[in-house]
């Protein structure tokens, strides 16, 4: 049975719930984190965590089958998706168990179910009130179908698509933003005949143009059929199969996923009789510091304005029990999030785009380096991975980060780093780095935007 009072009662214990539970417990609080399904919430048991589990499998996949390359000879690989599940499942419940061993090292009391704001300084747990001197909400977000769709019978979120038990033949993925160009690339590369459709006229549309052209340039190579600029309609969900209309076409699948939108998981927390303000969006409106409009209550993660990814959740956590325990807090920079997209090829990044650092009024200067400028990229296999520095010329100031190709996920961080700490690109551009390794591509890629590329 939970306790009656606490200093610190956590609703959702996904990346940013946990984290700012573990956060308060070191502060000194007494910490309870409430959780109405499995520890962990979505991002490690429905979302990011299988998602990645899959996207790995296909990556070892990939390797295999381009093994002749590097002068080893193998025999046609088999997938056994079976196996594949249980990997999945494997990595779950390694990682959430994890989080479970971090609630108990750190004193944190776990409440199995519902809770709901229940006046001040006060939550309610599926009957049992509980105060809370401090209340922070971090329930996450779900799923959300496209106008004219709804989800139901083989109409599926991503979520039900990284968990599928069987490998389907064909599949088409509606939205090719990260969710949606992850899905496509997984299941296009473990033998499934994938479409997939983005209404606007790229892939990954909110990423840098020239990055996006590269990743759907690898995407394609991966043998799915992409359809930019065009409408999915007119779906039909059958016992085997979804029938749809797209332009003047017809398509039939095994699944139809909708990868494009999603929610705050705002129900049942009783935002409307405790005084919570939410905005246009319905996303709840916080400060700086992640207060909401209710005294003693925060809210992180994607329940807030800003990207919706587990690392800024996790932040926003900090921040959130920092200031509720008088540590003084900075607003997170959200335009500097460092943003990752798993699909083959990697595509990260962070900043502004050269078209939004130009309509910004930036005098803007840019440093591209391909990947097969560097040794790494010839060593490795990936000459086509590209580095594209987004700066201010007057100053030499980094305004954004853009990379395509293998391991660009971890490589962006050296970018925002440099951006964090204050450095510029013509500093970037003089550090040293250990060679060969794929990370000298951003060093000559500082050195572009400085005018004085070594490698190209």
Request: charged share 25%; with cysteine; net charge negative.
């Amino acid at each position: 049975m939970p306790e009656s009072a606490y200093d610190t009662v956590v609703i959702g214990s996904g990346p940013g719930g946990y984290v700012a539970a573990i956060r308060a417990a070191q502060l000194g609080m007494k910490t309870a984190i409430v959780e109405k399904d499995r520890i962990g919430g979505r991002c490690l048991n429905y979302a990011c965590i299988p998602a990645k589990a899959v996207l790995r499998v296909a990556d070892v996949l990939s390797e295999i089958r381009e093994a002749d390359e590097f002068g080893i000879k193998v025999g046609a690989p088999e997938v056994d998706y079976a196996a594949v599940s249980g990997r999945r499942e494997k990595v779950i419940s390694t990682l959430t168990g994890g989080v479970a061993g971090l609630m108990k090292k750190n004193k944190i009391d776990v409440i199995e179910g519902a809770g709901a704001l229940a006046g001040a300084g006060k939550v309610v747990v599926d009957g049992t009130t509980i105060d809370a001197g401090t209340i922070v909400l971090a329930t996450g977000s779900v799923k959300k179908p496209l106008p004219g769709m709804q989800f139901g019978g083989r109409v599926i979120g991503t979520e039900e698509a990284w968990a599928l038990e069987k490998l389907p033949s064909s599949m088409a993925v509606v939205g090719a933003g990260a969710s949606g160009s992850e899905i496509a690339s997984a299941y296009a590369r473990l033998g499934v005949e994938v479409l997939l459709f983005e209404a606007l006229s790229r892939v990954l549309p909110t990423e840098d143009a020239d990055i996006s052209k590269l990743a759907e340039r690898g995407l394609k190579k991966q043998g799915m059929e992409i359809h930019t600029n065009t409408l999915v309609q007119e779906i039909e969900s059958g016992k085997d199969s979804v029938n749809f209309t797209f332009g003047s076409a017809e398509g039939e699948v095994e699944w139809l996923v909708i990868a494009a939108g999603r929610g705050p998981d705002i129900e049942g927390l009783g935002l409307d009789e405790a005084g919570v303000e939410r905005d246009e969006q319905g996303l709840i409106k916080v400060d700086g510091a992640l207060k909401t409009s209710v005294p003693g209550v925060y809210a992180i993660g994607d329940l807030v304005p800003g990207p919706a990814l587990a690392h800024k959740a996790s932040d926003e956590g900090v921040i959130a029990i920092e200031d509720a325990a008088g540590v003084q807090t900075h607003p997170i920079e959200y335009i500097d999030i460092p943003r990752a997209t798993f699909c083959t090829p990697n595509v990260a990044s962070f900043g502004l785009t050269e078209e939004q650092a130009r309509e910004a009024g930036h005098d803007v200067v840019v440093g591209k380096v391909q990947y097969g400028a560097v040794g790494a990229g010839t060593v490795y296999g990936d000459r086509t991975g590209l580095v594209k520095i987004v700066g201010e010329k007057r100053y030499g100031e980094i305004l954004g980060g853009h990379i395509v190709g293998a391991k660009s996920t971890e490589m962006i961080q050296e970018l925002v780093n440099a951006k964090a700490l204050e450095g510029g690109y013509p500093e970037l551009a003089h550090l040293v780095h250990g060679h060969p390794t794929m990370s000298e591509a951003v060093l000559e890629a500082a050195r572009a935007a400085d005018g004085w590329l070594v490698h190209g």
